[in-house]
């Protein structure tokens, strides 16, 4: 794993996912308030610099159940806002979970099956929660688990609650996400995570166990994983000096 300790983790991001954007590569989208900086600052490239997104295609990492499309807290809609609509990706590519489907076992199958049917992802961009889930995987998830309906914790629907006008009963309590085996299969996972909030979820990340009580923990086996932090959500972390030193050190890497 590569863990890259800095001020400004959205140009770091960005600058990843602009190399997979520029090859027309899959790129696997998140949403919350971790990735907004980074997507601004894809926008920016879009508008100012030529970066284009119209050889890319797109699967959103999960879905609230029970929420319209067209819901301003659906992440059907989230990710057009903030990031798709302002930049010339085909929306007809942007695909998500389908939250409104009446039979979520069969939508999360059918979600894995458009996955694998449009080759893989290529890039992954995952955010943390606070309770070290990675997609809406919380605590205790099969770490070879597919795309499927799952319960919010109760400190997701916390969180999540300032989305909703501070209403934690608005907060849905079911999901589609895609599993951690599904997220595992993709070519590259780079996982941002800022501030002191997720400092506990991260260490448990990269220097705990690979334990299904730290979803993020999975990230361990994956042969080609980023984490990109900014100092407080490093602050927790014993091996430091080695992951700057390893850093300032690479190898260079041939293609993707
Ligand atoms: C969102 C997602 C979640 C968030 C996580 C962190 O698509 O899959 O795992 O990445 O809940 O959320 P923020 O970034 O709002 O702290």
Redesign the pocket.
């Known amino acids: 794993m590569e863990i890259v300790i800095t001020d400004r983790p959205e140009v770091i991001a960005a600058d990843i996912i602009e190399s997979y954007a520029r090859a027309g590569k899959t790129l696997g ?8 900086k980074t997507y601004q600052e894809l926008i920016r490239r879009h508008r100012e610099e030529g970066l284009s997104f119209a050889e890319c295609r797109a699967f ?3 879905e609230y159940v029970g929420l319209p499309r067209e819901h301003e807290q659906s ?1 059907y809609r989230t990710i057009r806002r903030e990031f798709t609509d302002a930049v010339d990706i085909d929306d007809a590519l942007v695909a998500s979970p389908d939250g409104t489907s009446t039979d979520p076992l069969t939508a999360g199958a059918s979600y894995d099956a458009a996955i694998r049917n449009a080759g893989g992802i290529d890039l992954q961009l ?5 309770d070290g ?5 919380e605590p205790g998830s099969s770490l070879a688990s597919r795309t499927r309906l799952k319960t919010l914790h109760p400190q ?1 629907i916390r ?2 609650a300032r ?1 909703f006008d501070g209403d934690e009963d608005q907060v849905p309590r079911h999901v589609l ?1 895609q599993g951690l085996g599904t997220i595992l299969e993709a070519g590259h996972l780079l996982l ?4 002191a ?2 400092q506990e979820a991260v260490t448990a990340l990269v220097e705990g166990p690979v334990a299904a009580w730290c979803p993020a923990s999975v990230l361990q086996l994956h042969p080609h994983a980023t984490v990109v932090l900014d100092a407080a959500a490093a602050a927790g972390l014993k091996n430091r000096e080695y992951y700057r030193f390893a850093l300032a050190n690479k190898p260079a890497r041939q293609g993707f």
């Open positions: 989208l998140a949403t919350g308030s971790t990735p907004v959103l990492l999960d992440y995952l955010g943390i929660g606070s889930h990675i997609g809406f995987n997701t969180d999540n989305f996400t941002i995570a800022t501030g909030g997720k």
